[in-house]
C-alpha cells in the first residue's frame, strides 16, 4: 500500500473496510480469496503490520465507465479513499475488473517481515494457504 495514503491507518480505525483491486486481467486474488480467509497489510518497502477477516467478496466484469464510476460512488468511503478520488478514477481508467474485499476485525500485530521470492518483487497481493510461509 502507497504509505502517504495512510490506508494502514483507515484499516485499523475501521474507517476503511473494503480493499479493492482493480486489473486489465484478471489476477491474484481473483477467485482466489473468500469470506473467513485473513488479510495482512503492510505498505511499499515496510514489515506487515495489520490484519483483518474477509467477511464477503465482490468479483465484478466491469463493461462500462458508468459501471465504474458507480463502483467507486457507491463504496468510495469504505474504501477509504474520498480525499484522493482524482488519483483513484485515473488508476482504474482502463480497467475491467473489480474485485472488492469486505473486512472486519482489523487490527495491528507485531510487525513482521515477508519473503516474496517466487512471487515476484512487484506482486501487489500474494496468496498462501498459510502465512508461516512466507513469514521471516
Not at 488479510?39 to 490484519?51: C, D, L, M, Q, S
Not at 474485499?101 to 498459510?130: C, D, H, Q, Y
Amino acid at each position: 500500500m502507497k504509505k502517504d495514503w495512510r490506508l494502514i491507518d483507515k484499516i485499523l480505525s475501521s474507517e476503511k473496510t473494503i480493499e479493492s483491486r482493480w486489473y486489465k486481467t484478471k489476477h491474484t486474488p481473483w477467485d482466489k480469496i473468500r469470506a473467513g480467509d485473513t488479510i495482512y497489510f503492510k505498505n511499499t518497502g515496510e514489515p506487515v503490520k495489520a490484519k483483518a477477516r474477509v467477511s464477503r467478496v465482490l468479483q465484478i466484469e466491469i463493461t462500462s465507465e458508468k459501471q465504474k464510476q458507480e463502483i467507486l460512488a457507491k463504496y468510495q468511503g469504505d474504501l477509504g479513499v474520498k480525499e484522493i478520488m482524482p488519483v483513484i478514477r485515473g488508476y482504474v481508467k482502463g480497467k475491467k475488473y473489480c474485485l472488492l474485499a469486505f473486512f472486519g476485525n482489523a487490527e495491528r500485530i507485531k510487525p513482521f517481515e515477508i519473503n516474496k521470492k517466487g512471487f515476484g518483487l512487484m506482486a501487489a497481493w500474494i496468496t498462501v494457504g498459510n502465512i508461516n510461509k512466507i513469514k521471516l
